[in-house]
């Protein structure tokens, strides 16, 4: 609850008796201050008056006031600028390190907000705050919609420029292992991730021009050209499969001219209900043929204009082997197994839109980053029963860009229970909405 009492002074949800310290001075809130979620005082630089004076310092707020003593602040200078403080219940007198006693201010959550905020806490409704989103203006969600967007885009871009780093500053890495991680759509993507963050693209460079010998060398450093690596149903069948034991003697070869590490251990991978097209190594075949027919792809993702563009280099398939066959030894009927029209939507909002906005922060390009929003806006959104959850609710979800800010909403807020920081959970607690 110490939440709430820092929802009602942030947003001063306050009696409409006068405020008053417990040694009866008047208290005007000029400003609640900056909100700080780190260690030290929960509010920042507040100005308020006291008695007729103005203060600017920080304001602290518990609970119970006995609460400062328990949480060690008595012995913390980084409280010594505290002006304030406030707590629903005053049991204590409260003494900075320095020896000073802050004014206190006892104020009382209103039964409304409270009885509003524990309904949100504990309903099994999906969006909890469904009963007020049809009243909401346009305006206001359209405005909570484009930050939860750029939230998300930024925290996205965080995660592309730590690889980027990892990497030493080598964009191509960067953008290499981005867009593996997502051609392990979700089930193995963290395989893939590890495994392309050690994939000697410096051998790869060397034998792009032949895509045999980079299906070898991207499937042997995947520990995929191992028995053990194989399901159950294709090992025997790979034993004496023509295919099989070309790629294993390749891999070898260039295992050994490039003196390259011990593969990415097979238990890695994941095959379980998994639908075959998704299997991993028809995923790296596919990134092989990418990576062989596009000398650039980093510079091709990069400056592709549009979402038609980006298809058109995403547009890849696998090698003849692999378009009769789903496992080694096993032949299946004719399939190009191309990257599908949703899969590549995937990949460009997953990879190409993180990275070109990843990309615009790290060379300062607002352009960049407002072409890699328009591509977001160009997509159609991701289907899930999520989406269609808050469609119901009256929120549209016209593009990938809305999609993509409700699946913020979900994950940094409704997963988390933080409806206190939702704008949309603030209009609940405004409009006082309670069960029927």
Same mark, same amino acid.
């Given at each position: ?60 707020l518990h609970l119970r006031?006995?609460d400062w003593q328990r ?40 039964? &409304?907000?409270?009885? /509003?905020?524990?309904? +949100? %806490?504990?309903? @099994?409704?999906? $969006?909890?705050?469904? =009963? ?17 967007l750029y939230e998300r ?62 299906? &070898?060398?991207?499937? /042997?450093?995947?520990? +995929? %050209?191992?028995? @053990?690596?194989? $399901?159950?149903?294709? =090992? ?83 090698? &003849? ?116």
């Open positions: 609850m110490e939440k709430l009492l820092h929802y009602v002074w942030k947003h001063r949800i306050f009696p409409l008796a006068p405020l008053v310290t417990t040694d009866g001075q008047a208290v005007e809130v000029i400003d609640p201050g900056l909100h700080n979620r780190d260690a030290g005082p929960d509010f920042f630089n507040a100005k308020v008056r006291i008695g007729g004076a103005l203060w600017v310092g920080n304001v602290e006031s006995s949480h060690g602040h008595h012995r913390d200078p980084a409280y010594n600028g505290v002006v304030l403080h406030v707590a629903e219940v005053v049991d204590a007198e409260v003494v900075t390190a320095n020896g000073l006693r802050p004014p206190q201010l006892q104020l009382t959550i209103p039964d &409304a907000i409270r009885a /509003g905020y524990v309904e +949100l %806490l504990q309903t @099994d409704d999906y $969006p909890r705050c469904w =009963r007020v989103l049809p009243e909401l203006p346009l305006l206001t969600v359209h405005a909570w919609m484009s930050a939860l885009l930024q925290a996205r871009s965080s995660r592309c420029l730590e690889r980027l780093s990892a990497s030493g500053g080598d964009w191509d890495r960067s953008w290499f292992v981005t867009l593996s991680r997502n051609f392990g759509f979700g089930v193995n993507g963290d395989a893939f991730e590890r495994w392309a963050a050690r994939f000697p693209l410096h051998a790869a460079a060397k034998h792009r021009d032949d895509a045999f010998q980079l299906e &070898a060398l991207f499937l /042997g450093t995947a520990g +995929l %050209l191992e028995a @053990d690596a194989l $399901p159950p149903s294709s =090992r025997q069948a790979a034993a004496s499969d023509d295919y099989f034991r070309r790629l294993s003697h390749e891999w070898n070869y260039l295992s050994r001219k490039f003196q390259l590490d011990v593969p990415l251990s097979p238990s890695s991978w994941r095959y379980l209900r998994l639908r075959p097209q998704n299997f991993p190594h028809l995923r790296l075949v596919q990134l092989a043929q990418l990576y062989h027919r596009c000398p650039n792809l980093a510079g091709m993702l990069l400056r592709a204009s549009d979402r038609d563009a980006l298809h058109g280099v995403l547009d890849v398939g696998v090698s &003849a082997y692999w378009q009769t066959h789903y496992l080694f030894g096993l032949e299946a009927p004719r399939s190009e197994k191309r990257l599908s029209a949703d899969s590549r939507d995937l990949i460009i909002v997953n990879t190409v839109v993180p990275m070109r906005f990843a990309y615009g922060q790290a060379h300062n390009d607002e352009a960049m980053q407002e072409q890699a929003i328009a591509l977001l806006e160009q997509l159609k959104p991701e289907r899930n029963h999520i989406l269609r959850q808050w469609q119901q609710c009256g929120i549209g979800v016209e593009s990938a860009a809305d999609s993509q800010a409700l699946i913020q909403l979900k994950r940094e807020y409704c997963d988390r229970h933080d409806c206190l920081r939702c704008r949309f959970g603030f209009e609940y607690l405004k409009h006082g909405y309670r069960k029927p």
